[in-house]
């Protein structure tokens, strides 16, 4: 009896020891951020096809897109769970702190593939031109910021629209009368030309006697006196006189301009075109643990030194950091506004004029293969189509010599005008066309001036690009355009500016559609950088990179695209931390 008693025992002891470790298999360990109550859109179904049209197993009812998730669930960097309100209990533990998302959407986290950061920190120590419509308005701004700065202090501005203004160019007369004790440089919107007063053109040297460098343009009056406007590579000489900060001050403003990238949304930039300097900021930032947003770094092809120190050291091949450095950023010509753009036949709006390309606008192509063979990612401005086509040809020689490096998913900066013979070789060659969805809608009042109504319809082409079967990235140029996500949703996928102009969409037929637009800002930026397992969609073993926002723009997009312009970030989550949340959602959003 008592060997039969002793056997139940241990009968009972055995499966109570298996109940509890099924229990622990079945009950996984607290997450540290729980998100609920929440639209999620994972992306991680199929990509639409080249016409648009969604794939067979997007998350769609009769009436549209919705979501295919309730909550998501981050243990330190990574996503543990994404699924149903109910599943997502088990995650809860003591210590875990749980978001009520109230309805919000959840996407991956959105990324822009072309920034200026510097240039977004400095923006507030700086006159902001943006949206001035007269010379006489972006004057009276920097008079008024004149009145609050010591006299000889420079005065540094940006934002004015050197397209919109390539007929009209202001001078130095009004701006020197105004503002005659601070020497004054504006620079435009894309960064293709400034503006200066005769004190600025002084403390640079400017003079009717010098010369401008091969491929910039010092304007003069027809008496050969400097008007004050500077183009294209001319614009370095006028930089070269304004004091740099210090190096603390520098570190300041781009900490200052990737926490405003954090607080609209996004959860990484790629940097396009950083020097020593920008460098060594992102490199004490990332030591420090300071960096709000994942970093991906271009270097800079211009600055020779820079690309040769890397070209011993080797491209990064680990994904886990916060700063990634695999990529180089040339220049193959200038702007389409300023009329920099190489193109193949001779401006519609200025005869005999076809731009500045190639190694006349300093493409160093010796360098750049050099870092292609090396394993570094080439990412090469092009807006004319001259220009896309000898980048296009200089990419395919590369190519010929070294086919593995197709595999490091080179890319076009802007892609903005394409003779139709050369939108197939994006695919061919596996070229990504980069490109910005508000230019299309910021250029289009004189983009047609200067191409003509034959050439234009090979401009701002994403929808011939995707039919061709190439992979695109969406981004901002910022502090080029607005970086907003809602105003670059909405550019994408109406081709009309804020005012809703025009009525049905410029050139509506390269329009996305919404979920192509989403895309574009998240799953393709992340294949781009070649994080597409690791980012761009949410799922458990993922980057827990993750945007929330206000509006579901799947379905606002089709329904109502004008209210995305009315669109808020709630909350910005990178590397499983809150790098932003709205005061109202953080104070909601439990413990």
Not at 70 to 94: N, P, W
Not at 194 to 216: C, F, Q, Y
């Amino acid at each position: 009896m008592e060997a039969r008693t002793a056997f139940v025992r241990r009968v009972l002891g055995v499966a109570g020891l298996l109940l509890m470790a099924a229990a622990a298999v079945a009950q996984p360990a607290p997450a540290d951020l729980l998100l609920v109550n929440a639209g999620v859109y994972t992306l991680a179904w199929d990509d639409p096809s080249p016409d648009g049209a969604p794939a067979a197993n997007a998350p769609r009812a009769a009436t549209g897109f919705r979501p295919d998730a309730e909550a998501v669930a981050v243990r330190g960097d990574r996503i543990v769970f994404v699924g149903s309100a109910r599943g997502a209990q088990a995650y809860r533990g003591l210590k875990t702190r749980t978001m009520d998302l109230r309805g919000a959407t959840v996407l991956p986290g959105l990324v822009d593939s072309h920034t200026h950061i510097v240039g977004l920190g400095e923006r507030q120590s700086q006159v902001d031109l943006v949206g001035v419509a007269s010379e006489e308005e972006a004057v009276e701004r920097v008079a008024a910021f004149a009145r609050r700065i010591p006299k000889g202090q420079w005065i540094l501005g940006r934002g004015w629209d050197e397209g919109a203004w390539a007929n009209r160019y202001p001078t130095k007369t009004l701006l020197s009368e105004r503002v005659p004790a601070h020497p004054v440089r504006l620079s435009g919107l894309h960064g293709f030309a400034v503006w200066a007063n005769r004190l600025a053109l002084e403390r640079a040297g400017i003079t009717r006697a010098s010369v401008a460098p091969e491929g910039g343009e010092i304007v003069t009056d027809p008496s050969g006196e400097p008007t004050g406007i500077l183009l294209n590579r001319a614009t370095a000489v006028l930089e070269k006189a304004v004091p740099e900060p210090t190096e603390e001050q520098y570190k300041g403003h781009v900490l200052a301009g990737l926490t405003r990238m954090a607080r609209d949304g996004y959860v990484a930039i790629h940097e396009a075109g950083a020097d020593r300097r920008l460098m060594r900021a992102f490199q004490s930032l990332d030591a420090e643990g300071r960096l709000p947003v994942r970093v991906y770094a271009m270097l800079s092809a211009r600055d020779v030194d820079l690309c040769r120190q890397w070209l011993r050291r080797g491209p990064d091949r680990d994904n886990g950091r916060m700063l990634t450095t695999r990529s180089v950023k040339a220049f193959d010509d200038g702007a389409l506004g300023s009329r920099g753009a190489r193109l193949l036949e001779d401006y519609s709006d200025r005869v005999g004029h076809r731009g500045v390309g190639g190694t006349q606008y300093g493409f160093d192509q010796a360098l750049v293969a050099g870092m292609m063979e090396a394993g570094f990612q080439a990412a090469i401005h092009a807006i004319g189509d001259a220009g896309n086509r000898e980048t296009l040809d200089f990419i395919e020689s590369v190519l010929a010599g070294r086919p593995e490096s197709r595999l490091l998913r080179h890319r076009i900066e802007h892609a903005q005008v394409l003779h139709p013979e050369d939108v197939p070789r994006f695919a061919r060659l596996g070229v990504i066309a980069s490109m910005e969805p508000p230019h299309c809608v910021e250029d289009k009042a004189w983009a047609e001036a200067r191409l003509g109504p034959v050439r234009v319809k090979g401009a701002y082409a994403w929808r011939t690009l995707r039919k061709a079967g190439a992979r695109l990235a969406f981004n901002s140029d910022l502090t080029g355009s607005d970086h907003d996500i809602f105003y670059g949703l909405h550019s994408a996928i109406t081709r009309r500016d804020r005012s809703g102009e025009p009525a049905g969409g410029w050139h509506p037929e390269q329009r996305m559609t919404p979920e192509e637009a989403v895309r574009g800002y998240t799953t393709w930026n992340a294949y781009v950088a070649s994080w597409d397992k690791e980012s761009g969609v949410l799922a458990p073993g993922r980057w827990a990179d993750i945007t929330v926002m206000d509006i579901d723009p799947l379905v606002v997009g089709a329904t109502d695209p004008d209210r995305l312009l009315h669109g808020s970030i709630l909350a910005t989550i990178v590397a499983g931390k809150v790098a932003y949340v709205t005061d109202t959602l953080g104070k909601a959003g439990g413990k």
